[in-house]
Structures are given as structure tokens and as C-alpha cells.
């Protein structure tokens, strides 16, 4: 299954969620709002916050890593992208455009940022095979890497959870693979979290 595909079907799934549900954690397909906080701490354990920072928000939803840096008095440019063209609209109604903030539903638009995150991108496979979405995950990092000038952090579910939890629309990643992955094609400096109490987990590369 060729890559625009495997996205139409993403964004087709997505575009629905937040048609249903809005600009809540159920929009973006999270269980709760804890859950979306715990998914955002530690991704941005990856970045330092006693300085100014650039991020591109790779799969941004409607805009709530914005809140999230916002609520914690960090200074930094952001960019979110999502495939949904719902989802920037409205990321776009609850956050005003302006020199700091900006949303793109187009990769190519794009620019090289100091940091990229990517919070549940690798989750819905909906009907994609294992092999097939494996290297749309891979295509993927690679683009997050282009994008990074310091650093990219990404998570994912994990094969570690439990089987009778696990469902055949959803996708359970090897996290030895891609940190292997990552620490081999990335930068030796790549840390694996898999230490917090949900099913996945969440992988930092900080560039030399």
C-alpha cells in the first residue's frame, strides 16, 4: 500500500474524531486528558527549557501541546502539521496565528526547527499491514530527523502490552527495534523511555 494511501485512510479516521468528539483528548483519540499530559512530559524531556526554542508539532491535533508549553512559561516558535485539514481548522479557531504560532497541513511546508515531536502518529493502522506501516513509521523518522536541528522525540504503543488489550486496528511497535533504529542511523545520544504507566513508549534523539 503506497504511502498517500495509508494517510488518506489515517486522515479519513482522524477527520471524524474530532467531528464527533471536538477539540478534546477524545479527538485526537486519547482515553483522558492525564494520558495527553503524561504523553507530553515526556516528550519534552528532549528539550531545554532554560532557553528559547523552535519545535514543529508533527501530527499536532488541534494545537494542545500549545497549551502545554504555554501553562509552563516556555518561550519558544511553534509549528504544528497534521494531515487532517479538520484538525488545523480547528487548531487554527482555538489558537490565533501570529510570528510565534503557525499550522500547515502540508510536510512540505516544513522547515528545519531546533525540535520536532510526534505524540500518537504511529498508533492507528487501521487496516495497513505490520510490514507496511513499520516502514511508513521508518519513512516518517527520517523526515522528523531532516526537519531537527537538535533533537526529535516520538512515541509509540508498545508489543510489550497486554495481548487481551491489544487490537487488530492499532499498531504495537518494538521499541528495541527503533531505538536500535535510532542510536544506529540517528545519533548515540538516543534514550528509550519505558518507565511510565501506559502501553507504549517514547523515544528522545539528541543530535551531537
Known amino acids: 500500500m503506497s504511502s498517500d494511501k495509508i494517510l488518506s485512510r489515517v486522515q479519513e479516521y482522524y477527520d471524524e474524531k474530532i467531528r464527533t468528539h471536538g477539540p478534546t ?36 491535533g488541534y494545537g494542545a501541546l500549545i497549551d502545554y508549553l504555554e501553562k509552563r512559561g516556555f518561550q519558544f516558535q511553534y509549528v504544528g502539521f497534521d494531515i487532517s485539514s479538520d484538525m488545523i481548522a480547528k487548531a487554527e479557531e482555538l489558537h490565533l496565528r501570529s510570528s510565534r504560532i503557525n499550522f500547515v497541513n502540508n510536510q512540505e511546508q516544513l522547515r528545519e526547527a531546533d525540535y520536532t515531536v510526534a505524540s500518537g502518529i504511529f498508533n492507528v493502522k487501521l487496516n495497513t499491514a505490520d510490514a507496511e506501516w513499520k516502514k511508513y513509521m521508518l519513512d516518517v523518522l527520517e523526515a522528523m530527523n531532516s526537519l ?52 507504549e513508549f517514547t523515544i528522545l534523539v539528541r543530535k551531537e
Open 148 to 199: 531537527s536541528r537538535i533533537g526529535f522525540a516520538f512515541n509509540a504503543l508498545t508489543k510489550y502490552s497486554d495481548a487481551e488489550l491489544m487490537r487488530s486496528n492499532l499498531y504495537y511497535a518494538d521499541p528495541l527495534f527503533f531505538f536500535d533504529h535510532c542510536k544506529t542511523e540517528y545519533s548515540r545520544f538516543a534514550t528509550l523511555l519505558h518507565d511510565y504507566p501506559l502501553y
Open 25 to 60: 483528548e477524545r479527538g485526537v483519540d486519547w482515553n483522558s486528558h492525564e494520558s495527553q499530559q503524561l504523553r507530553f512530559a515526556q516528550l519534552l524531556k528532549l528539550i531545554d527549557h532554560d532557553r528559547s526554542f523552535t519545535v514543529n508539532d508533527f501530527g499536532c
